[in-house]
């Protein structure tokens, strides 16, 4: 949240909570996904590099593909204009985002071996499969493999900023429960998580 929009909550909490109760319910017959890609959109048509970032991330959690991203900048052409499109395209090229890069879009969702399995000690740790970076937590038979970066604005997570089992963003403070993935600070929305399996001794994770 922006530090005017901090601000406001501060000196005007009625009207703010009101506005944002009514944003809520607006979309209440439309799919998560739809609402998701509109609300895209509208940050895009505002050119709002904030509220594009964050609401980006937060279409992809909840389950919009990057393709279909491309697609509703495209099918919003008449009311964005190229040069509005190409802003877009701009930020989410700089954040760096794997599922956007021209390879992954023409790819469908597959395995990656991610490490052999004798090599993951117990805790958390950072890893590499295939250009995209992961945070690997094991306790036991427990084993969770996490997008690295943050749902918030895609901030790169570190597994130094780990206090026990909870890491920390450095940009805005949100933090997670490696454990489960959650969001038990600062923001509601968790870490992306990634299906797993072993074989032949060795971890791979799909995306």
Not at 47 to 75: H, P
Not at 174 to 179: L, N, P
Request: charged share 25%; net charge neutral.
């Amino acid at each position: 949240m922006s530090d005017a929009l901090n601000y406001l909550m501060q000196v005007r909490p009625e009207a703010m909570h009101s506005y944002f109760d009514f944003v809520k319910k607006s979309g209440t017959h439309l799919d998560q996904k739809t609402r998701a890609l509109i609300t895209v959109i509208t940050k895009v048509d505002s050119q709002t590099e904030t509220g594009l970032k964050q609401y980006l991330i937060r279409a992809l959690q909840a389950g919009v593909t990057a393709n279909q991203i491309i697609d509703a900048l495209f099918v919003a052409f008449p009311t964005l204009g190229l040069s509005k499109i190409v802003w877009a395209v701009d930020i989410i090229l700089a954040m760096d985002i794997p599922e956007f890069r021209p390879e992954a879009l023409l790819a469908l969702a597959t395995w990656h071996s991610v490490m052999p399995l004798d090599d993951l000690k117990e805790g958390v740790i950072k890893n590499t499969s295939d250009g995209r970076d992961l945070i690997i937590y094991r306790k036991g038979g427990d084993i969770r493999v996490y997008d690295s970066r943050c749902p918030h604005q895609a901030t790169g997570l570190t597994v130094s900023s780990l206090t026990q089992d909870t890491l920390t963003c450095s940009k805005h403070g949100w933090k997670f429960d490696v454990a489960t993935g959650a969001c038990v600070e600062k923001g509601n929305r968790p870490l992306r998580q990634f299906e797993t399996k072993t074989e032949n001794g060795m971890l791979s994770a799909r995306w």
